[in-house]
């Protein structure tokens, strides 16, 4: 039996129309798809399919339907909706990607293009370079035919000075030519002329080879070598003529111990004509190229040979000194010096004269045959020395007597005991060798300071204010320059003033220079280049001074071949220990630390100067009392010049 409850519900369905029975189904299910359809969530927790399960087990048939077919409808609608859209979207989204094809399109073919630019770029920077060095070896080609060409040149002048060297002394053994000499004062002139010449040319083979050295250690060693390494072998290229300049000291020392005066003469002769040979041989090795050891090995030699044959220039300047008088032996000093500045300035210049005459440019190529043209003007230079030497000095058995008294008599020169000096000139020996110790640190301190200026100022220079190499050197040479002008000076006016004063201004000078060493925060180098100016000459005066007050009287204490050894070793020690200390000081101390030790190397050797000067002053007016006791006039030979 059926339910109480259906039959009444059928009841009211049954008067209910059917039309809005059906009415009232369609809008039941569109709010029931309108909620699904708003709430995504709901619509996957309920599934079409518990949708129709519900309305079926309701029982109604016809909802059923309805909502089936307004589900297809809405599917339908959706799909025709989401190809409306790809229809809409497609073209877009295909544009979009065929700008992005055309784009990238483009970028390839402008990467390319940059790529091609690149490769022509390329190109015509090889052509360009290809062609510089077809020039550069088209110029190397004549420069190497100028270079033979000038080499020949030289030896032509070497030829022609060694042939009327040989010629002359021919004539001279042929005939007497002692009754041909000059008076004893020219003879004297010219012997202290061809010494200071010698100096002069000594310094500039030393010093030639200072601008390049480091390039043609480089060239020599090639580019792969370290460069501490290269540096060092530049440093041995430079300083392998003073080793052999030091060797060849101490033999011409033990010769001219011997007193055999002939064969001091033909040393004096054969040592710059062996120069002159060994720079010649240089200079063919060097046009011959060979391998970089055999070049290397050949510089080393050729310098150490060269050196060591410039040391017997120690007999000549011991002659020199010899024959100068005691009162002219402050002012030979100062020549001396002036020659020695004028040498260390030449030298750069002989190289940038041959670096002009070849114009060819910088290279390998370049360097050797700078180096080939600076060993022929050497060359040509000792050729023509020895030549001058040859005709100056006098080819008889006695010529050395002939440059003391006309009556050939030397005997006094040369150190030896003499009975008829005067006893307190026996007496005074002793005092004399104490005054010479004095002299001696006087030297030491002297050379010292100015072996410190140089390297301390060349290395303040390029570290605290950034100089170039071309401008420390042209700086340096200036200061050469200066140094010989202010010896030129100091020479014109000892002839008018007292020694005692110009060392006084030049010790004063020298002071103010070292107080100017301590920095003083300026910011540019004219502090430092004053301090140069002042100092350098000044102290190169003072050294000059002190040895000239030296061999006032050496010839009493010491022979004048041993204090030249002496001095030789005072120099190669000041300069060997000022070097690694200044720039040591300099590196971990500073600057003003380095002025101190300046300053105080100074003050000491102001105050022994100033004793010296008062010692010589003492002596002086002794032995004028002594003259004058002894009933003798004039001066005395050792006496200084008086005010």
């Keep these: 039996a059926p339910d109480h409850t259906e039959i009444q519900l059928t009841r009211q369905r049954r008067l209910i129309p059917p039309c809005f029975r059906n009415t009232m189904t369609l809008s039941s299910a569109l709010a029931t798809f309108t909620f699904l359809f708003c709430c995504p969530a709901v619509a996957t927790a309920f599934n079409s399919e518990n949708i129709f399960a519900t309305t079926a087990s309701s029982g109604d048939e016809d909802a059923c339907e309805a909502g089936t077919a307004f589900l297809q409808l809405r599917l339908a609608v959706k799909d025709g909706a989401s190809v409306d859209e790809d229809k809409e979207i497609a073209p877009a989204r295909r544009e979009k990607g065929e700008g992005k094809e055309k784009a990238k399109a483009e970028k390839e073919k402008l990467r390319e293009e940059k790529r091609r630019a690149k490769e022509e770029k390329e190109r015509l920077r090889e052509e360009r370079e290809r062609a510089k060095e077809e020039k550069e070896k088209a110029k190397e080609e004549p420069s190497t035919a100028a270079d033979g060409t000038f080499q020949r040149r030289a030896a032509y002048v070497t030829l022609a000075a060694t042939l009327l060297l040989l010629t002359r002394e021919a004539l001279r053994v042929a005939k007497d030519t002692a009754s041909a000499l000059p008076s004893l004062t020219a003879r004297r002139r010219i012997v202290q002329a061809i010494a ?28 792969n070598y370290p460069k501490h390494s290269v540096a060092s072998f530049s440093g041995f290229i430079q300083g392998s003529s003073a080793a052999g300049m030091a060797m060849g000291t101490v033999v011409a020392y033990s010769v001219s111990r011997r007193r055999n005066h002939v064969l001091n003469r033909a040393l004096m002769i054969l040592a710059p004509l062996t120069t002159s040979g060994l720079y010649s041989a240089l200079g063919y090795a060097l046009r011959a190229h060979g391998s970089s050891g055999f070049l290397a090995f050949s510089v080393l030699a050729t310098r150490i040979a060269a050196g060591f044959a410039s040391g017997f220039d120690l007999l000549l300047a011991s002659l020199a000194q010899d024959v100068t008088e005691d009162s002219e032996q402050v002012a030979y000093s100062l020549l001396e010096y002036m020659a020695i500045s004028g040498g260390l300035s030449l030298g750069p210049v002989l190289s940038s004269l041959a670096s002009k005459s070849i114009g060819a440019g910088h290279g390998e190529r370049g360097l050797f045959s700078l180096e080939l043209r600076a060993c022929s003007m050497v060359s040509a230079l000792y050729a023509a020395l020895a030549l001058s030497i040859a005709c100056c000095l006098p080819a008889a058995a006695d010529w050395r007597a002939t440059l003391f008294t006309d009556e050939s008599s030397d005997s006094d020169t040369n150190g030896g005991e003499d009975s008829s000096k005067p006893s307190h000139v026996q007496e005074g020996r002793t005092w004399q060798a104490c005054v010479l110790a004095i002299g001696i640190a006087c030297t030491f301190l002297g050379i010292f300071a100015c072996s410190a200026v140089e390297v301390s100022s060349s290395l303040l ?165 002594v003259g004058e006791v002894d009933g003798t006039s004039g001066p005395l030979p050792c006496q200084v010049q008086s005010d």
């Design 196 to 223: 200071i010449v010698s100096i002069l040319v000594d310094l500039m083979e030393g010093s030639f080879v200072t601008p390049f050295a480091y390039d043609f250690a480089l060239a020599l060693k090639g580019p």
């Design 461 to 625: 220079f390029e570290l605290q204010y950034g100089w170039g190499v071309a401008r420390i050197g042209f700086m340096m040479g200036m200061l050469y320059a200066v140094v010989v002008v202010l010896c030129g000076l100091i020479l014109g006016m000892e002839s008018c003033l007292d020694t005692r004063y110009i060392a006084a201004a030049a010790a004063v000078s020298a002071l103010g220079g070292a107080v100017l060493v301590f920095d003083a925060g300026w910011g540019n180098a004219t502090q430092l280049l004053l301090s140069d100016v002042l100092q350098y000459p000044c102290l190169t005066a003072l050294v000059a001074i002190v040895e000239g007050y030296m061999f006032m009287g050496a010839h009493e204490a010491i022979s004048t071949e041993g204090l030249y050894v002496a001095v030789y070793a005072i120099d190669s020690v000041a300069r060997a220990l000022a070097a690694p200390m200044v720039r040591s000081i300099i590196g971990w101390k500073g600057r003003d630390t380095y002025a101190c030790v300046q300053l105080g190397a100074t003050l000491l050797l102001t105050c022994l100067t100033a004793y010296l000067s008062q010692v010589h002053r003492g002596e002086h007016r002794s032995q004028e009392s």
